[in-house]
């Protein structure tokens, strides 16, 4: 991620079932559509203010669009992401040939998924330097 942090924070969807984790606490935002849609526990409420800017907001609501049940996690300097998809995208199926050209597109539209990620994010966007 672009930012230093020390906090592990979790952003799963409002109606998922987070266990307790100790040190952490719920995080309220100031937008109510990300609050409909996200709850965050974090250990840190100054950290995860800093990671989560009112754009950054927006942008995990807009990405919840296209990945629904979208799930994060803040955690060693990293955002690890789970973008849930009715697919396997990790076993072929043993009926198709992984050289037909249906399996490549889908492997290609998976590819560009995971980009427009990096891109709605702005995760390539190095605003602060991490020297």
């Given at each position: 991620?672009h930012?230093?942090?020390?906090?592990?924070?979790?952003?799963?969807?409002?109606?998922?079932?987070?266990?307790?984790?100790?040190?952490?606490?719920?995080?309220?935002?100031?937008?109510?559509?990300?609050?409909?849609?996200?709850?965050?526990?974090?250990?840190?409420?100054?950290?995860?203010?800093?990671?989560?800017?009112?754009?950054?907001?927006?942008?995990?609501?807009?990405?919840?669009?296209?990945?629904?049940?979208?799930?994060?996690?803040?955690?060693?300097?990293?955002?690890?992401?789970?973008?849930?998809?009715?697919?396997?995208?990790?076993?072929?199926?043993v009926?198709?040939?992984?050289?037909?050209?249906?399996?490549?597109?889908?492997?290609?539209?998976?590819?560009?998924?995971?980009?427009s990620?990096?891109?709605?994010?702005?995760?390539?966007?190095?605003?602060?330097?991490?020297?």
């Amino acid at each position: 991620f672009h930012k230093h942090f020390h906090s592990a924070t979790r952003i799963a969807p409002r109606t998922a079932k987070l266990p307790p984790i100790r040190h952490e606490t719920p995080a309220i935002f100031e937008n109510p559509e990300f609050e409909s849609v996200f709850q965050v526990r974090t250990t840190d409420q100054v950290d995860i203010r800093y990671l989560l800017s009112t754009r950054m907001l927006e942008r995990f609501v807009e990405l919840n669009r296209s990945f629904p049940g979208l799930r994060a996690r803040f955690a060693d300097e990293r955002l690890m992401l789970m973008l849930p998809s009715p697919r396997d995208r990790f076993e072929p199926s043993v009926l198709v040939s992984v050289r037909s050209r249906h399996s490549i597109e889908a492997f290609v539209r998976d590819v560009r998924e995971i980009l427009s990620v990096v891109d709605e994010l702005q995760l390539n966007t190095r605003i602060w330097s991490k020297t």
